[in-house]
């Protein structure tokens, strides 16, 4: 049992004052009290000065490209981007030691700051050792693309052989669609669930996908194909990036997803790739879902939920009650684990972390901010 207070507690939107939570001895909130009196000096109960939030929750993550940090300059626009990449695996120089060994560094990082839960898209396997042992609840999105010499129907099963691994080792996972310019229509209508197998194996679950990512490279059919592809009966639709998505794009996805939809800006990637933010208040007046991610150590030098909040404060000037939410209930809502995580209530066990180096007089995150974790 611990009971931990701090001037402010951000949960469900709202600042609650002078805040003591309690909490069992699995992590579980027990109690959430606010205007509480002298709580800097009460028997029994931690005080922490800053701001205290539940765990957070990254949507979009490539763990297992840790080790390309610092190898692509930033800049340089996706299909540089992507052409750096490829060239990168293809001269396969990092042994998967190594690259396992930087998976496990990043993800233990990001448990420090505060992530409780991670959307990770992978393509290998010798990322689910590291997420097994992980503190953090990951969800898989074995993303698939086409594969040389192999047909659409092989790579799906080659997929969905990649989900078995995963649930084997107990974590979570579905199948999902890279992006349009990197598949056949046939593998994206699979990967999505539109289309099934002549078994009447199809896709389900949670769906993530790449989206309006690029000008130069998402075709002019690319709403038509993506969204066209990805069956209404998945658990929910996390549309990624979305930096030139325009209204015409994430109202026909709100109209075909509902309350499904999520869309997830990860904003330190857009500017390192295409030096440009989404649309978000575009986003927040058509009331589609917001979440964060931080994309991967390819295209970001921190996998860090405070400095993507950090840099939406700076760029758009959204209060911090706002971000944070982004940053942990919605992103618990876009993972289906709103039941225990995302925000500080009774019953969940969400985490919690202290937020400190935020200006008390503007609320916003300043470089000096961090995330810390508390439980
Ligand atoms: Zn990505």
Redesign the pocket.
Known sequence: MRKIAAHYLITSGRLLNRAVVSLDDDGVVTSVEENVEDIDSICGVEFYNGILIPGMVNC?C?LEYSYVKGMIPPHKGLPVFIDSIIDIKKRNEVSDEQKTASADIWDDVMYNEGITAVGD?NNNDYVYSVKKKSRIHYHSFVELFDMDGKSAEETFRWGLDRVKTSLQYGIEATIAPHADYTMEERLIRLTGGEDALEDGTRADGLCSV?FKESVVLGGPDERRLILGSISDRRDGVLL??CIYATEEDISAAREKFGDKLTVVP?PL?NLYIEQRLPDIEMMKRLGVRIAL?T??LSSNTVLSMVEEMRCLQEHLNLPLTEVVKYATENGAVALGIDSWAGTVEVGKRPGLVLLSGVDPETMRLTEKSKGRRLI
Do not use: F
């Open positions: 979009h490539h898209h790449h990624v990036h990860c990637s991610g994309d991967s």
